[in-house]
């Protein structure tokens, strides 16, 4: 933590205030966007393997799912697009967790 300034967040802590806090911050909805990435995934694969089943209602129930998980993602995108973002210092104080000053040793360095 050398280059950082005091009142930087790591990335880690912002995604745990933003999953305990009202809104939605800039890391969190990364790690929502690679989880809904990872779901496409998941599902494509699901997808192969139910066409090559001999059972198709298995492939009715995936493009169920399909269809579940892009509604999902089109109206996050919706709602983020009218709310906008919550900076993590907002946020922090919000739910009342300040960043410590920094100590005469940290600032001499």
Not at 3 to 8: D, E, H, K, L, Y
Request: hydrophobic content about 55%; overall charge negative; glycine content about 6%.
């Amino acid at each position: 933590m050398a280059g950082q300034s005091p009142n930087q967040v790591s990335s880690a802590e912002a995604i745990l205030v933003g999953a305990l806090s009202s809104g939605v911050n800039a890391p969190t909805w990364v790690v929502l966007q690679i989880t809904f990435l990872l779901l496409a995934f998941c599902f494509t694969a699901m997808l192969y393997l139910a066409f090559f089943s001999s059972d198709f209602v298995i492939v009715g129930h995936v493009l169920l799912l399909i269809t579940i998980g892009v509604v999902l993602f089109v109206l996050l995108n919706r709602f983020l697009a009218e709310t906008g973002f919550v900076p993590v210092e907002q946020q922090m104080q919000e739910i009342g967790i300040h960043k410590p000053e920094a100590t005469e040793k940290d600032k001499s360095n």
